[in-house]
């Protein structure tokens, strides 16, 4: 018959216990060896001129009612090369793209009635991987957070609209010195006549020749 475990003796249960951890020097490989692998969010070429905490709605013009996108950051990226802007909302948990357009010469904020932490603004938006007309509204955890947004967004849209005038000039003034290049003069009355008067000269040359 088994002896009760509380009636072994001391010695006995220390040895079982340091069976129990010891150490046999096995190593187990892995089954699989995962390799790192270099992630891109689209943002590598471009410098964050404002990085906030928000939640995001968008106007459900069917059901003609507000519908929430998403809680998580919203930014304002600016192109190194192109100085071009765009607006790009995430969401925090699944970073699913839930805003993704260009800030323009005609973006407009506006408070959103009865709210001083959230603002309205259209926009043609292309977070859905097509371009769509939307209505967005933003809500910031503060008054001074709304503010900041569209303050930087109402400075961005101005700037946007003087770039645009600028390269509109360039393009009329190139296009102006093109036409200019391209006229060909006509000429004169007297260089026609000289031209008309040039032979007969010639032929009386001839004729006492």
């Excluded at 930014?75 to 071009?84: E, P, S, V, W, Y």
């Excluded at 000039?169 to 093109?178: G, H, P, Q, R, Y």
């Excluded at 036409?179 to 032979?199: D, F, G, I, Y």
Aim: aromatic share 4%.
């Amino acid at each position: 018959m088994a002896e009760p475990a509380e009636h072994r003796p001391a010695e006995e249960e220390e040895a079982a216990a340091a069976g129990e951890d010891e150490d046999t020097g096995a190593q187990v490989a892995p089954i699989v060896k995962l390799e790192e692998v270099a992630v891109t969010t689209g943002e590598e070429d471009e410098d964050a001129l404002l990085d906030m905490k928000a939640k995001l709605y968008r106007f459900d013009k069917e059901g003609n009612q507000w519908k929430e996108r998403g809680t998580g950051t919203v930014k304002l990226l600016k192109h190194k090369d192109t100085a071009k802007v765009r607006l790009v909302m995430r969401q925090a948990k699944t970073l699913k793209i839930c805003a993704n357009h260009l800030v323009v010469a005609t973006t407009k904020m506006q408070e959103h009635a009865g709210s001083d932490k959230s603002c309205v603004w259209h926009a043609l938006d292309f977070a859905d991987g097509e371009l769509k007309e939307e209505m967005f509204a933003i809500r910031f955890g503060s008054v001074e957070n709304c503010k900041k947004f569209k303050d930087t967004v109402e400075e961005i849209a101005e700037q946007q609209g003087k770039s645009e005038e600028k390269e509109n000039d360039e393009v009329s003034t190139a296009a102006s010195d093109l036409a200019q290049k391209l006229t060909v003069a006509e000429p004169s009355k007297e260089e026609n006549a000289e031209k008309e008067e040039a032979p007969a000269s010639d032929d009386k040359k001839d004729a006492k020749e």
